[in-house]
């Protein structure tokens, strides 16, 4: 079973719309969650900070449920810019290090 | 943000030969750096944790004789693919670990001919 999961997507959707991609993870012990953007053909980025209480930037909320190891991402008011692949990262049993998902892509349309 | 580099940003090179790839932290000091692979349409791999000043932790299924990296100060890791194949052409991305926070550089896409 893989580290991390997402859906690939591609989720096409207008300006203005609210998306949301879930996230799941298989280690019970991670602590650590964050997502990630990126742009095709560059690195990636890091978005937000996952934090137990969940928190919020600006258009981007971002949750955690541990019950059910997932993560989320809510993004309200979709810009044109906003388009990109989201990643989702997880840290594991060595804390130190970081795994992917493949990403959810994203496409905000006129 | 603390800033990443990696050069080059773009190699192409016939099969064979190794190629030699440099990931710099331009503005902290990194114990640790992180090496990735990302294949097209897949998320980025983890190939190996650079200590500096010890061996490199390699990922299950990655030859340690083939990706060759060495971690000599605080701010450069160097990862080497020896004796390249065009399975090796990947888009290659190194990070460096400021405290929590993980900064990658820009990537090197490698194409082995």
């Known amino acids: 079973r893989k580290e991390v999961e997402q859906d690939p997507g591609p989720f096409n959707v207008p300006e203005g719309a609210t998306v949301a991609f879930n996230c799941t993870y298989s280690n019970s012990a991670s602590q650590s969650f964050f997502w990630y953007r990126q742009d095709c053909r560059k690195e990636p980025k890091l978005l937000m900070s996952v934090y137990s209480s969940g928190n919020e930037d600006g258009r981007f909320t971002a949750q955690l449920n541990r019950a059910s190891q997932y993560i989320s991402l809510l993004i309200r008011d979709s810009k044109l810019s906003d388009s990109a692949t989201y990643l989702c990262v997880v840290n594991g049993n060595n804390f130190n290090k970081f795994y992917f998902g493949s990403g959810t892509k994203l496409n905000v349309k006129p | 943000g603390a800033v990443v580099s990696q050069h080059p940003s773009r190699v192409i090179c016939k099969s064979g030969t190794s190629v030699k790839i440099e990931c710099r932290s331009l503005?902290?000091?990194?114990?640790?750096m992180f090496w990735y692979r990302q294949f097209p349409k897949q998320s980025l791999m983890l190939m190996a944790t650079s200590n500096e000043g010890s061996k490199a932790t390699y990922e299950q299924g990655v030859e340690k004789d083939k990706f060759l990296i060495n971690h000599a100060s605080l701010t450069l890791s160097t990862l080497t693919v020896t004796s390249a194949h065009p399975e090796d052409s990947s888009f290659y991305i190194c990070?460096?670990?400021?405290?929590?926070?993980?900064?990658f550089g820009p990537g090197t896409r490698l194409t082995v001919l």
């Open positions: 990070s460096a670990r400021d405290g929590r926070d993980e900064f």
């Open positions: 503005d902290f000091q990194a114990t640790t």
